[in-house]
């Protein structure tokens, strides 16, 4: 969590060699995110949801954008229509099979980006601000979908957020600030440092307020 250029978007980037650090080392169980004979690993294991679903769409159909990543894995045919199927009826997008992804809702689109990284079965999920672009029905129907991934995958997950309630809605809550980390820790716990937390950008969740206030 963080405000607008604190780093978030730079530092998940950087899991995937999307960008390359100046200075040190990224590494993904063990693999080197700037090494290229690890690129293609790495980023098998890390599904990527960016915050404007437009910048990752490629595909002329919504079935075809969904089984795109599939292609790139080799996966048989017979296999590939059915985790296709599966995700179409997974994110309610069944009805828009055929349709052009340009003719989606904004938050029909950022489901048809789950659903593009979800076929694949990644290890490890990374979503950047993936509900900045929504309205309130929207914000509210994709952190629905994102709370099931949580609890039916079994996957990492880490959320990239400038909103108090998702954070605390996870289970580790890391605040930057100019590309530092100021916090770490358990999100009620961080969100006790209030005072320090506004004077970076940030907001507060009611419940945590509450919680510190009645405690």
Not at 167 to 178: G, P, S
Not at 184 to 209: I, M
Request: charged share 25%.
């Amino acid at each position: 969590m963080g405000a607008n250029g604190s780093g978030k978007t730079t530092l998940i980037r950087c899991l995937n060699s999307l960008l390359v650090p100046d200075s040190g080392l990224v590494r993904v169980d063990g693999l080197t995110a700037d090494h290229s004979q690890s690129l293609f690993e790495i980023r098998r294991r890390l599904g990527m949801v960016f915050q404007n679903p437009d910048h990752q769409i490629v595909s002329v159909t919504v079935e075809r954008e969904i089984a795109f990543g599939l292609e790139n894995l080799g996966m048989p045919g017979a296999a590939m229509h059915r985790r296709v199927n599966a995700a179409l009826r997974r994110f309610k997008l069944e009805p828009y099979r055929e349709e052009s992804p340009n003719r989606l809702s904004g938050g029909e689109r950022q489901r048809l980006a789950l659903a593009s990284v979800w076929v694949m079965d990644p290890r490890y999920w990374i979503l950047d601000e993936p509900t900045s672009l929504l309205d309130p029905a929207g914000k509210a129907d994709f952190f629905r979908l994102f709370r099931g991934l949580v609890r039916d995958s079994g996957a990492g997950m880490l959320l990239a957020t400038q909103y108090a309630e998702e954070a605390l809605a996870c289970d580790r809550l890391v605040v930057m600030e100019k590309g530092r980390v100021q916090f770490d820790g358990e999100p009620r716990r961080v969100f006790r440092h209030g005072s320090v937390l506004r004077n970076l950008g940030l907001r507060v969740p009611v419940e945590a307020e509450l919680g510190r206030q009645f405690a």
